[in-house]
């Protein structure tokens, strides 16, 4: 036997001492004597890029998550050199870097704190298999170090002691600790004695990361193939560390029309045409508010996309058109695989121009979905996604559906062991062209983004509506999600809410869950309790299996149907307040959702809370995930909170009982809040809004509010034609004041305010509007401490007796 030993296994490699160094502008470049290279990009004073390769030339430089439009500037940079290291110095960071083996630490720079430290830092093994290597970063962990992100994993917030792995996977009845499942977004905060930082590996092959599971003091994150690139990105608040991660991969291009923020009821299946009317009239009669109505694959013939079974739909376009008429906007689903037709248009066409996946060898790529046998497009290719795009037309501009759904994304392929494409299948990759091992993360994610941009254009003057299941980071750029195929138990109801947190703490807000439950069938109870969670959700869709049982609102018990009514009443009301914090989160990266940790990093207590978390910046909120609760305990952030139920002012900063029978969930709202609602209606736009009520709750010192109104659909207000309200409120014993402060040229149809003032310490004896004392007849002033106010005024005093 001949032998060769050359290629032994050499195991870890590491970078040699640092020989040169170089700085072009904002960008410094370390050569080792082995000829590794390190190049550090500041991006901001606050964002530094670390980029490692073993080769010089590293000109190509793609990447599918990070935005062309994000920040970049700092106010500034110097570099030092010493005998032992390298220092580069902004005016957040302190980053040294060891002459000897590349090792980085990195501080604060105001108070010099030790904030990330390499362990071994960078190192690589070489992959015979498949060629180029593994690329490994391993760093100090701190004691009493946090860790938090990592999308739609559902297991506890607190990713302390775990490792995970990033593969889009196709995970039906997934469980508590199934990893990985559908989403990438390889980012992670880590929050040490109240300073957070945040790391976003941006590496698109198979990758782990390991938060002190193997080696008790060492956090890891490494990859099977691509390059070790990845951000540090510093708050020191975690809000801020997510709204910047967001601001580099991407906040949502547009905010969603207002309908895609209320009720949504979808089935696999509602066919035919009948029973779709059965569902959406029994809607209007129960007076169950709803927005959207989905069709499964089963409104397609044969699974085929792009097509519609003619005996259950005979006239979509009618069809359409009717349930628009009634206020429910009709959402289809699209998957990837085309089904191998001759006589089908979409295959005939995808075939003639060489659109589809091929293998190593040439063959096209197959696998069987829904239809049967397919084959799948390239989406990495830009004239792929500009033809897929093309695709829509008819459904969109002609048929008049409002929304697509993105499903198998993954992709998923059936009946292989690995539920998807094989490795050797080749992508063009923008140019790039790589196999699947590269591509397999980011194929939903460009998906998804072709059918965005399909729907931005034929579906203009309005806005686009998308939902994928399988996302990269950046994919929040294009749609919203949810977190896949659930299943209808208890357990499934706390992992929606885990899920929901840490996907917002992602850079990821547009998402929910499918509410019940998926597979298997949920009771009464179960049902009516992750309403109550689903309604908090920015994305709130009921969705099952129609092979275990009906799960619409009245498929239970009246006493259920009227639970169900009351929250999804409540969610209708709070629209512009969701509305609001949509806008927060397109224009600043804002999460949506945020745990207590996000609340109170200061606070050790809520380091390792998973239950409750506040959504928006006023609204704390706490599901009931038990069978049979008449309560339970929650934790309750520092501060006072007012129970939204009865106005019972309660302190925070510890645990405590909160009576919830299955009519009620825990809802406070925090002291100072001043909270927009809208009347219920039974879908967007059925009433024209003709005052909007503003619900104050008092409190000794300061706090800031907004609400946000545009037209609710279409893209004027990125012209200024949008309505921002500031407020600022000012309480003290026997007075509050009430500043408004207005941005935009949006003209709102209603003229008043009616503001509810809950909590006051006194009755009011005067009021004062823009310096000029108003008489209670002419503001109405109620019993209850309602007052019905112009909406132009700039300060409004109420002052009052004790």
């Not at 699947?436 to 686009?464: D, E, S, V």
Request: hydrophobic share 35%; charged share 25%; net charge negative.
């Amino acid at each position: 036997m001949i032998t060769n030993t050359e290629l032994e296994y050499k195991g870890n490699l590491f970078p040699g001492k640092i020989s040169t160094y170089e700085k072009n502008v904002d960008t410094l470049i370390f050569k080792a004597d082995n000829d590794i290279f390190l190049q550090v990009k500041i991006l901001r004073d606050g964002v530094l890029r670390f980029r490692y390769t073993s080769h010089q030339d590293i000109s190509n430089d793609f990447s599918y998550a990070i935005t062309k439009y994000h920040s970049e500037g700092y106010n500034l940079l110097e570099i030092d050199e010493d005998d032992e290291k390298y220092t580069i110095t902004t005016e957040k960071l302190i980053c040294e870097i060891h002459k000897a083996d590349m090792r980085k630490s990195i501080y604060d720079a105001e108070d010099k704190t030790l904030l990330s430290e390499d362990e071994l830092g960078f190192h690589w093994e070489e992959s015979y298999e498949f060629g180029g290597n593994v690329v490994k970063m391993s760093k100090v962990s701190q004691e009493g170090e946090s860790f938090y992100g990592l999308g739609d994993k559902p297991v506890h917030l607190n990713l302390k002691g775990k490792r995970f792995e990033n593969w889009v996977t196709d995970s039906y009845a997934y469980s508590k600790d199934t990893d990985p499942i559908y989403k990438t977004i390889p980012f992670y905060v880590g929050l040490h004695k109240t300073k957070a930082y945040g790391i976003f590996f941006d590496n698109t092959f198979r990758s782990f990361f390991d938060f002190s599971n193997e080696r008790r003091n060492v956090t890891s994150f490494w990859a099977q193939g691509g390059e070790m690139n990845y951000y540090f990105i510093y708050g020191p608040d975690m809000a801020d560390v997510v709204a910047d991660y967001t601001d580099l991969t991407g906040k949502p291009h547009h905010l969603p029309p207002l309908w895609a923020l209320g009720y949504h009821q979808c089935k696999w299946s509602y066919y035919p045409e009948s029973k779709v009317k059965e569902i959406t009239n029994k809607f209007r009669e129960l007076q169950i508010p709803c927005d959207a109505i989905y069709l499964d694959i089963d409104y397609m013939e044969g699974f085929r996309c792009f097509t519609w079974n003619k005996e259950y739909f005979p006239d979509p376009k009618r069809m359409v058109k009717e349930l628009e008429e009634d206020g429910f906007k009709t959402v289809v689903i699209i998957d990837p695989g085309i089904k191998i037709d001759p006589e089908n248009d979409v295959f005939q066409e995808a075939l003639e121009k060489d659109y589809f996946c091929k293998r190593a060898d040439g063959p096209y790529m197959k696998g069987k979905v829904w239809p049967g046998e397919c084959y799948f497009p390239d989406f990495t290719k830009p004239e792929v996604r500009d033809w897929w795009a093309g695709l829509y037309k008819e459904l969109i501009e002609d048929i008049g559906v409002r929304g697509v759904w993105n499903d198998m994304n993954e992709p998923a392929v059936m009946e292989v062991p690995n539920k998807t494409f094989p490795n050797d299948v080749r992508h063009d990759y923008d140019g790039n062209p790589c196999s699947h091992r590269k591509a397999h993360n980011i194929y939903g994610m460009q998906m998804a983004r072709a059918t965005y941009h399909g729907l931005k254009k034929f579906i203009y003057p309005k806005r686009p509506f998308v939902i994928t299941r399988a996302a990269y980071s950046g994919t929040q750029r294009y749609t919203s999600s949810w977190t896949g195929d659930n299943v209808a138990n208890w357990e499934h109801l706390w992992i929606a809410n885990i899920q929901a947190q840490r996907m917002c703490m992602s850079g990821f807000s547009f998402i929910g869950s499918d509410i019940g439950g998926f597979a298997e069938q949920p009771n009464g109870e179960l049902y009516a309790r992750w309403i109550q969670l689903g309604v908090f959700h920015p994305f709130c869709r009921t969705h099952s299996s129609g092979d275990h049982g009906d799960q619409e609102p009245w498929a239970f018990d009246e006493g259920i149907t009227d639970v169900v009514r009351k929250f999804i009443e409540i969610r209708y009301q709070l629209l512009p307040y969701l509305y609001s914090t949509f806008w927060k989160y397109a224009n600043e990266g804002i999460p949506m959702l945020k745990s207590l940790v996000m609340i109170d990093q200061a606070d050790p207590q809520t380091h390792y809370r998973t239950d409750e978390f506040v959504v928006g910046d006023h609204i704390l909120v706490c599901p009931v995930i038990e069978p049979n609760a008449k309560g339970r305990r929650m934790y309750v952030p520092r501060g006072r909170w007012y129970n939204f139920w009865d106005d019972a002012v309660v302190l925070g900063g510890k645990e405590q009982w909160v009576d919830a029978d299955l009519d009620f969930m825990p809802i406070f709202i925090r002291e100072g809040a001043i909270i927009p609602k809208y009347p219920v209606q039974q879908y967007v736009g059925e009433k024209e809004i003709t005052e909007l009520v503003l619900d104050v709750y008092y409190k000794e010192g300061k706090e800031m509010s907004m609400v946000y109104e545009d037209a609710n659909d279409g893209f004027e207000y990125g012209n200024g034609v949008y309505s921002e309200r500031n407020f600022s409120f000012t309480g003290s014993d026997k007075e509050i004041i009430i500043q408004q402060y207005k941005a935009g040229k949006y003209i709102t149809p209603y003229e008043t305010f009616k503001i509810n003032l809950h909590g006051l310490p006194f009755k009011i004896s005067k009021l004062v509007i823009d310096n000029e004392e108003i008489l209670f007849k002419d503001v109405k002033v109620g019993d209850d401490n309602s007052i019905i106010v112009k909406k132009t005024f700039d300060v409004l005093h109420v002052i009052g007796k004790k």
